[in-house]
């Protein structure tokens, strides 16, 4: 009886061992962290951002300009949905190459002056982070943008396609839907003011150009942003289309853009496809422990079963 109740310990231990082992396989390894923040508030998300290799150094009379710089563009936002600066403002001292900085901030057309103020300063609190001492910065908000250089690019026409995201598809039967879209795209298109709305029940489409383009370059500038969102994201669940001087897009869903929270099918801040991954990485790890956990309990089974059958023969034997 003391063999029988020894082995029978030395195997409960190793089932114990197993189980251990099936536990700390199905626990998700921690992933390093992304730069990419993501926010509740939709007027304080993030979607993406373009930055230059070119970098200045630290504590250089460039970055004193545009420290300068993003602070006043804070400011001036209780004023305007728009505002661009230059700085030095023009002491009338030729200064230094590389040492002048142009920047612009522009929020969206239905932003109030406080809302586009937060949005602005959220943006320009994560310059610092997503693009260090980069001496250019294009960075998008879910309902504003900043951008500065070392060169002007003030009233020039640059339609390069700085992001372009559509959503899930629609099904071939949401007939109804398709032509909500249809129609409010088309709405935007037909416009020809700089910002530009248009809805049709719980889809809303918005267009706008930076406001330093003359009528006629934010109109060629548009055309093109609307005709890419038909093109590419008609069939989509929502979608955007940002250019360097312009975007157009469409979301579904009740609310202003500026206070509706983004929709999981408008396409996608851009930080979602980190965090996405990362869930994909840990589902993955999961379901191979749920997988390593069966086989070991069937292993388990097995050599527990053939133990205690040993045991059994043992104690008839005797």
Known sequence: MSLFRSKMFKTKTTLHCFFLAAVILMVPTSSTATDNPSYSASTDTFIHANCSQARFSPGSAYETNLKSLLSSLVTSTVLSRYNNLTVPFGSGIKPEPNVIVYGLFQCSVDLDPRSCSSCVSRAIELVGNTCPNSYSVFLLMQNCQVRYDKSSFFGVEDKTVMLKTCGQPMGFDDQDALTRVSDVIGSLGSGSEPDRTGVNGDVRGMAQCTRDLSPAQCQDCLTDAIGRLRSDCLMAQGG???????????????????????????????????????????????????????????VVLAFLGKKLRKLHDDKCCR
């Open 240 to 298: 955007y289309v940002y250019l360097s001087k312009c975007y157009a897009r469409f979301s579904f869903g009740g609310g202003s853009h500026a206070r509706q929270t983004p929709n999981s099918n408008f396409g996608g801040e851009k930080y979602d496809k980190d965090d996405d991954d990362s869930n994909i990485g840990k589902t993955l790890l999961i379901i191979i422990g749920i997988i390593t956990l069966v086989i070991l309990l069937v």
